[in-house]
């Protein structure tokens, strides 16, 4: 545990790298599991997808305006949450990397419900175009572009403590 008065040497920060390994570990496999989850629902749709009417329903639009609004709310609502009471200068590493975590979680909750939308209308109203498939795999692949690649919890941890400094 970090005191908010103590100094980030390069020892400190090497051991925050090597403390906050598992952390990351677990966030990537986490982060895996949904785009696994969403990217074979996303394979399976394409290939049911054919064989839809071309005619839009205002379903299929209230569908995507949905989606649209999930994958905007994923991105600002985990800012919120990583920087949420108590403040950063009052924060232990352990609960800035749990910041970090759930924001991380939630963020993705949000989107997988976004990536669920198009899935769902092209499973009910059976008259969504070919092109929701594409909505669909956009959706996916932001997913995959927000991938917590190694080192990306620990440098925001140590730029939280960095900020503290007097």
């Known amino acids: 545990m970090l005191e ?11 051991a925050l ?26 394979g399976y749709l394409f290939y049911q ?14 569908f995507l305006f949905v989606s649209i609004l999930s994958l905007v709310v994923s991105s600002v609502v985990p800012t919120f949450f990583r920087n949420s009471k108590p403040s950063p200068d ?5 609960q ?16 997988e419900s976004g990536i669920l939308m198009p899935a769902l209308a092209l499973l009910i109203t059976k008259s969504a175009p070919q092109w929701f498939v594409w909505v669909l795999a956009f959706m996916v692949l932001v997913l995959l572009l927000r991938f917590p690649l190694p080192g990306k919890l620990t440098n925001w941890v140590i730029e939280q403590l960095e900020s503290r400094r007097p």
């Open 17 to 42: 790298r090597v403390e906050l390994k598992p952390a990351e570990r677990i966030l990537q496999i986490i982060h895996l599991v949904f785009f696994l989850g969403v990217s074979g629902l996303t």
């Open 96 to 111: 800035l990397a749990g910041a970090y975590t759930v924001s991380h979680i939630v963020g993705l909750v949000m989107l």
């Open 49 to 62: 997808s054919r064989n839809n009417a071309e005619n839009i329903s205002p379903t299929t639009w209230v």
């Open 4 to 14: 908010s008065k103590e100094e980030l040497t390069r020892e400190r920060i090497e």
């Open 90 to 94: 009052e924060r232990t590493v352990e």
